[in-house]
């Protein structure tokens, strides 16, 4: 289903299952994170789904926790993510040992045209402090040499509302290019 329009990056929490028909495959970008190829046919056969939590401390730094299952609650990977782009580590299964940072953001700040296309960009989205309508997400795995941008925020595909990443992964000279398209299921 799409996002209802009360749903913005302002609150992300609720189940979102990406609809890979209007998802870019992600098996290339996987292979260059250095997923094995027996996990990325999993992953592409798989039904993801994004179990999303987001809410402010008692500093007012937003957090957004995300849990992954994939067909048959299968546990996928875990994001906890603080918006005050402090770098901080972590490791999973899936990317290995990454260290990443998020913040809010305006479509001013990513320098690649890919992740500033497509967005509903207006009043209506209601995002963070100061008119910041998105998240943008930056990591790096040093041991395995990619780093990832991503730009979160809703688009209008098919004349329909979802929730939407555009991620730039770079791997060396190699970039690569994916968006992911996730429809709303409920509220968590």
């Known amino acids: 289903m799409a996002a209802p329009a009360e749903i913005t990056v302002k609150d992300l929490t609720g189940d979102w299952v990406m609809n890979k028909t209007l998802s870019d495959d992600t098996d290339a970008v996987l292979s260059l994170q250095g997923v094995g190829w027996l996990t990325r046919k999993a992953v592409g056969l798989a039904t993801i789904t994004l179990h999303v939590k987001q809410y402010n401390d008692d500093a007012g730094t937003t957090h957004v926790d995300i849990d992954q299952t994939l067909t048959g609650g299968i546990k996928g990977t875990s994001e906890q993510r603080q918006l005050d782009w402090t770098a901080r ?51 790096v795995n040093e041991e395995r040499g990619w780093d990832a941008r991503q730009i979160w925020g809703f688009a209008i595909i098919d004349g329909k509302r979802y929730y939407t990443r555009r991620v730039v992964v770079s791997k060396g000279k190699e970039v690569l290019k994916v968006r992911l398209v996730y429809e709303y299921q409920a509220k968590n």
């Open 89 to 139: 580590e972590h490791e999973d299964h899936l990317f290995g040992k990454v260290k990443g940072q998020s913040r809010w953001a305006t479509l001013d700040l990513p320098e690649d045209p890919f992740l500033k296309e497509g967005w509903i960009d207006d009043d209506s989205e209601n995002g963070g402090p100061e008119g910041q309508r998105h998240i943008e997400s930056f990591v």
